[in-house]
């Protein structure tokens, strides 16, 4: 049994009061009664009846619509690199598909709570990366110093600040001491910044490490990555992890992301079974209808868990001007917007960035949340009088070639038009848009889609947390807020007290809170919720989507 000397820590996260339970069962099903199930908070992965045996071997062909950005968990951004990163690495502590913490799953075996900042991890013995070496508790300590170092500038920082010392007990023991209580921190090692990379590879491969080489103890082994081509990785064959009956994990020989950055060349893939499955985030709205009702052919949408959006830097003209950005906010028809990018999978209900995913935190707008904000060219000619510029004005957006970053940018470009608003894209790949908008913070906007995390806090708080010296609150930044000057102070103190507290209901109500501020002051131009679109030939059995809306493949198979 934990010790828990406190015994408010029961409630952390997700009613984590189960999940933590679980973590100290001997194995990941013994988790205590009250734990969430999967349907509570997402559409589960379908589960076929079968009743032969997995098969060993061959190649799973996936469609994905655009390249990683890097494979990488600490320094690549892209939402699009989560599904190859998680191949080829594991999490210190993962997640499961119904959103509980995973310790089947996980590098630690067990993870303790000593008190309200002293948290005790115990590691799997005899796991080794793929170039050979072992991981334990000194590659633990590495790979966090890692992410929290600033010249590394890892999106996953901000959630990491809170780690005040990685205390190593011994080879199998790693204790982490924080500066205050933090209630998602377990659920943060389930993101991109909780992977496990190897040392000795990031020191061998230097800036080439998740470009032409990526490491980890993972299911599967990097082999290459053609831009604008595939990725392919191939099995582990010592891989850690077996499957009930004790079968050695995973099954696959090989699995190939083919990069197919067109809706229609996709579909056609799929239609076709040159691919035998849609990349979770690649599925093409408008194509819906044509295959989902083939025979053979398995297909569910998720709730709506990313937030498409164009995200601001408020220390840039226009954008720090408040009146400019609710000009432009009133120039916008969202629920057009949506259907014109993403087809049946996009909708527009009002609302913030917490989203429907979230059941336990979200409040609809007929329940007292944020009501839509309807298109009104009137109040937007307000605004713009109000703001100083009476006739409109011109400014930039830095955006990448993506078919749908393309389609939501020309919309756009044609609503503000009719108030006098020149957007005008400015086109780069997108790791320069990514370096424009973080790095030099020179860029105004650039349209972006945070996908799902674990805990609202991965999502909001690193997108949104602005904290300039005095203002009273803890010095820092989210990973992906571009803005230093122009913060929201009231905001960014809602998302803080969030962090810090282990009520669920009243991180809530402060979720809540942020939402209407983040209407009034209009710190995005969010355009609604995305659900993911899920499909896959019958062949293709054991595919697991991600409590996080990511796929998985440790224990896919394919009938013959």
């Known amino acids: 049994m934990m010790t828990r000397p406190h015994a408010r820590l029961l409630s952390i996260g997700l009613t984590v009061l189960g999940a933590m339970l679980m973590a100290c069962a001997p194995q990941a099903g013994g988790g205590a009664a009250g734990a969430p199930t999967p349907?509570?908070?997402?559409?589960?992965?379908?589960?076929?009846?079968?009743?032969?045996?997995?098969?060993?071997?061959?190649?799973?062909?996936?469609?994905?619509?655009?390249?990683?950005?890097?494979?990488?968990?600490?320094?690549?951004?892209?939402?699009?690199?989560?599904t190859h990163i998680r191949a080829i690495a594991n999490h210190l502590i993962a997640a499961d598909d119904g959103r509980r913490l995973d310790p089947g799953n996980s590098l630690a075996s067990k993870w303790e709570i000593l008190d309200d900042t002293t948290i005790r991890l115990t590691l799997r013995d005899n796991i080794l990366f793929h170039d050979g070496t072992k991981f334990d508790a000194s590659a633990v300590k590495w790979n966090i110093e890692r992410v929290l170092d600033p010249k590394n500038v890892s999106p996953g920082r901000g959630s990491f600040l809170v780690i005040k010392q990685v205390e190593v007990k011994d080879p199998l023991t790693v204790v982490l001491h924080l500066t205050e209580p933090n209630a998602p921190i377990l659920f943060q090692f389930a993101d991109r910044q909780g992977i496990m990379h190897s040392p000795a590879s990031v020191a061998k491969w230097g800036e080439d490490h998740g470009f032409k080489y990526s490491s980890g103890t993972g299911p599967f082994e990097y082999v290459e990555w053609?831009?604008?081509?595939?990725?392919?990785?191939?099995?582990?064959?010592?891989?850690?992890?077996?499957?009930?009956?004790?079968?050695?994990?995973?099954?696959?020989?090989?699995?190939?992301?083919?990069?197919?950055?067109?809706?229609?060349?996709?579909?056609?893939?799929?239609?076709?079974?040159?691919?035998?499955?849609?990349?979770?985030?690649?599925?093409?709205?408008?194509?819906?209808?044509?295959?989902?009702?083939?025979?053979?052919?398995?297909?569910?949408?998720?709730?709506?868990?990313?937030?498409?959006?164009?995200?601001?830097?408020?220390?840039?003209?226009?954008?720090?001007?408040?009146?400019?950005?609710?000009?432009?906010?009133?120039?916008?028809?969202?629920?057009?917007?949506?259907?014109?990018?993403?087809?049946?999978?996009?909708?527009?209900?009002?609302?913030?960035?917490?989203?429907?995913?979230?059941?336990?935190?979200?409040?609809?707008?007929?329940?007292?949340?944020?009501?839509?904000?309807?298109?009104?060219?009137?109040?937007?000619?307000?605004?713009?009088?109000?703001?100083?510029?009476?006739?409109?004005?011109?400014?930039?957006i830095v955006t990448s070639t993506s078919e749908v970053n393309r389609r939501r940018v020309e919309a756009a470009q044609s609503m503000q038009a009719e108030v006098g608003i020149i957007m005008k894209p400015e086109i780069l790949d997108d790791l320069h848009v990514q370096r424009r908008m973080y790095a030099d913070r020179d860029a105004a906007s650039f349209p972006g889609s945070f996908s799902d995390r674990y805990d609202p806090d991965g999502s909001i708080f690193e997108k949104y947390y602005c904290a300039p010296e005095g203002s009273g609150l803890v010095v820092g930044f989210g990973s992906y807020m571009a803005t230093r000057k122009n913060c929201v102070v009231e905001a960014s103190k809602a998302l803080l007290e969030a962090r810090r507290t282990y009520d669920l209901e009243k991180r809530k109500q402060l979720y809540l809170q942020f939402d209407k501020l983040f209407a009034e002051h209009v710190l995005g131009l969010m355009h609604g919720y995305l659900k993911r679109g899920i499909g896959y030939w019958d062949h293709v059995q054991g595919f697991v989507l991600g409590g996080d809306q990511k796929g998985e493949y440790y224990k896919t198979w394919l009938k013959q």
């Open 39 to 82: 349907e509570a908070f997402v559409t589960p992965t379908p589960r076929t009846v079968v009743t032969e045996k997995p098969r060993y071997g061959g190649l799973l062909r996936i469609a994905k619509s655009e390249d990683p950005q890097a494979i990488e968990g600490h320094i690549g951004r892209g939402g699009g690199d989560h």
């Open 226 to 396: 053609v831009k604008d081509s595939h990725v392919t990785v191939r099995r582990n064959k010592s891989y850690w992890k077996k499957d009930e009956s004790g079968g050695q994990l995973p099954y696959l020989d090989e699995i190939r992301w083919q990069i197919l950055s067109e809706s229609r060349v996709r579909i056609a893939a799929l239609e076709t079974k040159q691919v035998d499955l849609m990349d979770p985030g690649s599925f093409p709205g408008d194509f819906i209808g044509r295959v989902k009702d083939k025979p053979g052919f398995v297909f569910f949408m998720t709730k709506g868990a990313s937030t498409p959006d164009f995200r601001l830097n408020l220390d840039v003209f226009p954008m720090n001007n408040v009146n400019l950005r609710r000009a432009i906010s009133y120039s916008l028809d969202r629920r057009a917007l949506m259907k014109v990018a993403y087809g049946e999978l996009g909708e527009y209900i009002g609302g913030g960035p917490m989203t429907p995913a979230f059941e336990q935190f979200f409040v609809p707008p007929d329940k007292g949340g944020v009501p839509p904000v309807e298109r009104d060219l009137n109040k937007a000619r307000e605004e713009l009088k109000l703001g100083g510029y009476p006739n409109g004005f011109e400014w930039t």
